[in-house]
């Protein structure tokens, strides 16, 4: 019990400072760089997101479920999966117009990838129960992250050389977490045969989660081609509300994946269905709170944050955060979908789902700016978790 309360805690604050550092580097890079600079690191922060999902590869669920492979199998594919984003990083330099991009693209892919050769430690300490480790390690890497990043940037007002010094936190919180992982597991020679047929298996997971980011990004991606990097900076600064809402997600889901589980095993599907109805009220329920404090005192500090007036965009941070709702609880039913081992169905509703993204990004962007990608954001994600739901009270009769 003692041990399940250190999880949830250490979870919880690991999760919450790791998933507001993109807020926080907005902020920093919005006050002291500029909107153009800040739109420029909004834009090459979403494509490191996008090709981060090519170096975890498999879920945090797969892994954490999975009992037909060792845990130096795990450690060496994602070896292999970050080599392959980092070099897919280098494509999109060469491809990128603007010079300041090309280096925030590859810095920050670099960051992402020290990140996701990290979670496939942190999967392992998952499956040892240890959870506490990874929440220790997330929340002193961001915290001491943020406060390096902040620094350099303030006295350099170098974006680059405040990111560099992101990646050498990092690096350094890597190394530690590499010796937590030996007290668990040993190292075991390189088997390829093995390592082949855990990207094989997992392939539709990788596909759908890649989809994911797409689908929740694809707005970030179309602004800047119609309205600039000033644009980019604003949408960036609407939609980092929803943050909140992904993050209470991710907090109700984690503690609940081992239980998932082992109801799965034992065939309890009941059992599975009444905990997830119940997350999903009280994720529904924390939208509509969100939503209302964000009307009554979320824009003050907001408009202090950034040193611009948010009150314009106040029912857009509305509808972010609604959208962001049926996202979140879209994510709760995946992860108890994947544990259920029904991966080939979630990849048909990512695929309807980025299409109606895609067609509704690019005609309310072109004629409707800022607000149209807001309205798309909405839409998508609104249609997006009743496809879900549809799925999982079919698959669950």
Not at 195 to 212: H, P
Not at 221 to 232: K, L, Q, T, V
Not at 348 to 360: A, E, G, N, P, Q
Request: a positive charge; one cysteine or more; charged letters at 15%.
């Amino acid at each position: 019990m003692i041990q399940e309360k250190k999880n949830f805690v250490w979870n919880l604050l690991g999760l919450t400072f790791n998933s507001f550092n993109s807020l926080f580097f907005l902020i920093v890079v919005k006050r002291i760089n500029g909107l153009e600079i800040a739109g420029s690191f909004s834009f090459a922060y979403a494509i490191a997101c996008l090709l981060y999902i090519v170096s975890i590869y498999y879920t945090r669920a797969y892994q954490v479920s999975n009992d037909e492979y060792k845990a130096s199998d795990f450690v060496y594919s994602r070896c292999v999966s970050c080599i392959l984003m980092f070099l897919i990083s280098l494509i999109l330099c060469m491809i990128s117009p603007k010079k300041i991009d090309k280096f925030l693209i590859v810095l920050l892919c670099l960051f992402r990838n020290v990140e996701a050769m990290a979670d496939v430690f942190y999967g392992e300490f998952h499956r040892e129960n240890r959870l506490d480790y990874a929440g220790k390690s997330l929340f002193i890497k961001a915290l001491l992250g943020v406060s390096l990043f902040f620094i350099t940037d303030i006295y350099s007002h170098s974006i680059i050389l405040a990111v560099c010094s992101l990646i050498l936190v990092n690096i350094i919180g890597l190394v530690i977490d590499y010796l937590n992982y030996k007290k668990y597991r040993t190292i075991e020679a390189f088997n390829w045969k093995k390592i082949y047929t855990l990207f094989k298996s997992s392939r539709a997971i990788f596909i759908f989660s890649f989809v994911s980011i797409l689908l929740v990004n694809m707005q970030k991606y179309f602004i800047p081609f119609f309205e600039g990097d000033s644009a980019e900076a604003i949408f960036s600064i609407i939609i980092m509300p929803g943050t909140m809402m992904s993050l209470c997600g991710q907090y109700l889901l984690n503690p609940y994946m081992t239980y998932f589980n082992e109801q799965e095993k034992e065939k309890n599907y009941n059992k599975i269905k009444k905990r997830l109805v119940y997350l999903l009220i009280v994720l529904g329920i924390f939208s509509l709170f969100a939503s209302l404090m964000l009307i009554t005192v979320g824009i003050p500090i907001l408009n202090m944050i950034y040193a611009m007036d948010t009150k314009i965009y106040r029912l857009l941070f509305v509808l972010v955060i609604l959208g962001a709702g049926f996202y979140s609880m879209s994510v709760l039913i995946s992860s108890v979908l994947t544990i259920m081992k029904e991966n080939s169905v979630q990849l048909k509703i990512y695929t309807i789902s980025t299409m109606i993204c895609l067609i509704s990004s690019y005609v309310f962007i072109k004629y409707g700016g800022i607000q149209g990608a807001v309205y798309s954001y909405m839409t998508t994600m609104g249609i997006h978790f009743l496809e879900y739901l549809i799925i999982f009270i079919k698959r669950t009769k």
